[in-house]
């Protein structure tokens, strides 16, 4: 596609249940990231991909959240057992290489536990 | 630790004038730096990159600089007009080159007066 697609784009759940958040970055791109976005915060760096090597998974906040990045190419984050504080808008971004160009943002899953 | 910090939370302008944001990084092995866009609803949009082996860059009406000397990266607008309202991110390769991954801050919310 032309851009980054992300898929939900919004998503209401109950306390408790799992959640799969899936991520299309665009065609060629071997860098893939998320970060999440609580109201009025910055952008919380959670894990990325690069190609084939072994996932960044320095900034996941618990053991509830993996991510997964099939054939190098779609991402799903996945939350399990969801808890309230989980509530932001989860943001997916791609890039030709880490670290050193320009990452191109989807539109986000605005995710809500209620 | 890993973060970016931005000086002032909010700046407020008034249509017409020029606008400096400010933003403080962590990483003194940072080499590249980012300053993103984000309105209400969407994900972050490029603005200007710059690598650590230059002090200035300029595009079409926006010019970033970099001072490694203090660890500050700087956004001017020049005309500041309304469509320019938004919240501004910079980011920084934290770790330097291939190993790095993109770290934001809290980000700046731009008020454009008419």
């Known amino acids: 596609g032309a851009g980054v697609s992300q898929s939900p784009s919004n998503k209401v759940t109950e306390k408790g249940k799992d959640v799969e958040l899936r991520c299309d970055p665009i065609?060629?791109?071997?860098?893939l990231y998320w970060y999440r976005q609580s109201l009025g915060q910055g952008l919380e760096f959670l894990i990325y991909f690069q190609g084939n090597s072994a996932p960044d998974k320095s900034g996941l906040p618990s053991d509830r959240f993996s991510a997964e990045r099939t054939g190098g190419s779609v991402s799903t984050l996945t939350i399990q057992r969801t808890q309230q504080e989980d509530s932001a808008v989860y943001l997916c971004?791609?890039?030709?290489?880490?670290?050193?160009?320009?990452?191109?943002f989807g539109q986000g899953t605005r995710l809500t536990v209620v | 630790g890993e973060s970016v910090g931005l000086h002032l939370p909010t700046l407020s302008v008034q249509e017409g004038d020029n606008s400096i944001i400010n933003c403080a990084y962590s990483?003194?092995?940072?080499?590249?730096f980012i300053w993103y866009k984000q309105e209400s609803g969407k994900g972050p949009q490029f603005i200007i990159d710059i690598r650590s082996n230059m002090d200035k860059r300029q595009g079409q009406r926006v010019t970033v600089l970099l001072n490694k000397t203090v660890k500050h990266l700087s956004l001017q607008i020049a005309a500041t007009q309304p469509g320019d309202s938004a919240v501004y991110f910079c980011?920084?390769?934290?770790?330097?080159?291939?190993?790095?991954?993109?770290?934001f801050g809290q980000g700046t919310t731009l008020q454009v007066k008419p």
């Open positions: 980011a920084e390769n934290y770790g330097s080159g291939n190993t790095g991954k993109l770290i």
């Open positions: 971004a791609s890039s030709l290489s880490r670290g050193t160009t320009e990452a191109f």
């Open positions: 065609s060629g791109h071997t860098a």
């Open positions: 990483n003194s092995a940072s080499d590249y």
